[in-house]
């Protein structure tokens, strides 16, 4: 089974994708973690990359496809995925489709998660994530038990230089353009599933697994 969630920034997408990824058993590929990897190493990709991510832009097709492609060859990938902020554009969904067909696959099911833009900026403005394991946070509605400290793996937590507001008003832009007419495009291919995801993450997760036809998944 091959799962998308598909969301604005801060719509949850990081938090649900984990969740759904582990209830079901799949592998969980989320392309900003890659990318955010890459930059920390300092690789050639991280070099390509970081210049978008700070602009609130999109990164270039070739090298992101790229990147995923080689990702999607690991073995574990192979029972299915759970994708998380990729595709994010016509051209990424159709390459992606292309080589899940190769391997006699297809995306199953796509979960838009639905969140108003007030509750949007709300929720990235008081973002924390995990520098070690990426695991997110929020100063009020998921504070960690020890203030600045993951509580799975006591990394440091720190804000995301994106997360600033004009950058997240950016991202929010390049979302509506570049990113919400793959709400269409899955629609039309009937593989679109809608779910509110406003309230607390649990309730959430629940609506997700619902929605995916999984309620009675063991967890
Ligand atoms: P968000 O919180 O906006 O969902 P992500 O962690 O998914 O953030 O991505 C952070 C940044 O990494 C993006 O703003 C973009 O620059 C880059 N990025 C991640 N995924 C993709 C993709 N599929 N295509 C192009 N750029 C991407
Ligand atoms: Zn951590």
Redesign the pocket.
Known sequence: MNIILL?????G??TQAAYVAKRLNLAYI???????KAVEQGTELGKQ?KY??E???????EI?IGM?LERLANPDCQTGVVF??????LN?AEALDKALAQQSQGIDKVVYIKVSEEELLRR?SGRWVCRNCQAPYHITDFPPQIQGRCDKCGGELYQ?P??ATPTVKK?LK??LAATAPLIDYYTRLGKLVEVDGEGKAEKVAKRIIKALGKGDAVS
Do not use: I
């Open positions: 969301g604005a920034p801060g719509a997408k990081g989320a392309t900003g973690d890659l990318f955010r990359a978008y991510m602009e609130g832009k999109l990164c270039p097709d992101t995923l998380d902020g990729f595709p994010r554009n990424q990235l995301r994106d997360d991202r390049v979302y």
